[in-house]
């Protein structure tokens, strides 16, 4: 009986083994045989979906499948495959069909965060491999049962922020190597404060928010807008909720908190060495939020039990000003790495670099080696931008964390917030 390389990926997720073997085997004289060649399907073709990073075809990974409930945004997406790369790709509208044909390797989920959840474990459980956009989860708990079901089925999941282990993130005018060399060199002392602002870049999105009071609108009829909605509460349609504007509402996102949250502060936690735990504090400054679209704020902080803190500076200082990123006992690091302490960089030299990380997605893929940014490490960071999204929501000043059991401490209502309802069929 002949094994291809889908069904050898699948058993051997299965059973959490695997040998490298090398690609001469399986495809011969460098040639990609198409039983060794990666598949991908993309589930939300609008705007992120259909970017140029990631809507691509190639030898490492074949585009076969597209999924969208909005029949233009679908239409759209099979003309640009066709155009671009000559693929014929199946078309879906049902994103379960999508995750149920076994030509799939790859599910890169594209579409609001109100259903990143739902559809990371159902490709967990039918075997697929998972790219998710950030942020990864709209709640905590759906955090936790992405984490748990991408551990049960044995998958490799990427979550797509990628300042962490590459590129300079937006505004600071540095990679991250050096700031998390500086830090794990002890050189600043502890504890240290890390300031996100508008030095930083971080006001670019800020102002994303909803609208109150929308009135009612026919739903357009390439759009199905009860299926767009799944398991988020019934609200009549407006197009202000949908596509490029829905980051304004608390239903499917929270505004530029979330959205360009993780992007942000995903690379601290992994600088302060916070990738297994959460805060233990956070503390909001903010007018009170309407409970459908999502307002401005003007501070959110975070506390560790070890008293390194993360501040987030919203309205008021979009213009940002002379802040020190990371500030500890011992000195203060700037944007463009400047730094208070004297010639720093032939210091950091005598310091090991930080632990390399597997940043090649379709390598681990093969191998079975966890990506760099995963389901574990990628649910602490998007943690702390739904807890701070928990505290405006409910105008807490103040709201306690148990990193441990994740659940807020002497607080109901904030953790009725942790396990939200779920509309109709729809459920974790």
């Known amino acids: 009986m002949k094994t291809d390389r889908r069904s050898f990926l699948k058993t051997m997720g299965s059973i959490g083994l695997f040998s490298i073997v090398p690609r001469n085997v399986l495809g011969g004289n460098g040639h990609i045989a198409p039983s060794d060649q990666l598949t991908k399907a993309i589930i939300g073709t609008g705007g992120i979906g259909r970017s140029s990073y990631h809507f691509t075809s190639d030898r490492q990974c074949r585009l076969i499948a597209l999924c969208d409930v909005d029949s233009k945004h679908l239409s759209d997406a099979v003309g640009m495959a066709k155009s671009r ?4 790709v199946r078309a879906y509208h049902d994103f379960r069909d999508l995750i149920s044909n076994p030509d799939v390797d790859v599910v890169h989920i594209a579409t609001p965060p109100h259903w990143h959840a739902i559809m990371a474990v159902e490709a967990a459980k039918a075997g697929k491999d998972i790219w998710c956009e950030k942020p990864m989860t709209r709640t905590i708990g759906e955090g936790k049962r992405v984490v748990e079901a991408v551990r049960r089925y044995n998958r490799i999941f ?9 590129d300079t993130f937006y505004g600071l005018g540095t990679p991250v190597m050096p700031l998390k060399k500086l830090v794990d060199s002890g050189l600043l002392g502890w504890p240290l404060k890390v300031v996100v602002s508008g030095t930083t870049g971080f006001a670019w999105k800020f102002f994303w928010t909803g609208r109150e009071n929308l009135e009612t609108q026919p ?3 390439e759009l199905d807008y009860d299926f767009w909605l799944g398991p988020a509460p019934f609200k009549p349609y ?18 530029g908190l979330t959205d360009m949250g993780q992007h942000y502060l995903d690379p601290v936690q992994y600088i302060l060495g916070k990738d297994n735990t959460s805060p233990v504090k956070v503390e909001t400054d903010a007018a009170q939020q309407h409970p459908d679209a999502v307002g401005i704020w003007r501070r959110i902080t975070y506390t560790y039990d070890d008293g390194c803190q993360i501040v987030l500076e919203g309205e008021g200082y979009e213009s940002g000003g002379k802040t020190a990123y990371i500030e500890g006992p011992r000195g203060k690091v700037y944007k463009g790495f400047e730094c208070t302490i004297p010639d720093i960089m032939n210091r950091l030299a005598e310091y090991p670099d930080p632990v390399p990380q597997n940043t090649d997605f379709y390598e681990c893929l093969r191998t079975r080696k966890k990506f760099a940014l995963n389901e574990e490490n990628g649910h602490r960071s998007c943690t702390l931008v739904n807890i701070g999204a928990v505290a405006l929501r409910l105008n807490r000043k103040v709201l306690h964390f148990d990193p441990k059991t994740q659940l807020f401490v002497g607080d109901d209502e904030a953790n009725a917030l942790i396990d939200q309802p779920m509309r109709g069929q729809w459920h974790m």
């Open 85 to 88: 790369f000559r693929e014929d």
């Open 158 to 166: 990427r979550l797509n922020t990628w300042f962490r282990f590459t």
């Open 238 to 255: 407006n197009v202000h909720r949908t596509h490029q504007t829905f980051r304004g509402y608390w239903d499917y996102d929270g505004g």
């Open 219 to 221: 739903v357009p009829r």
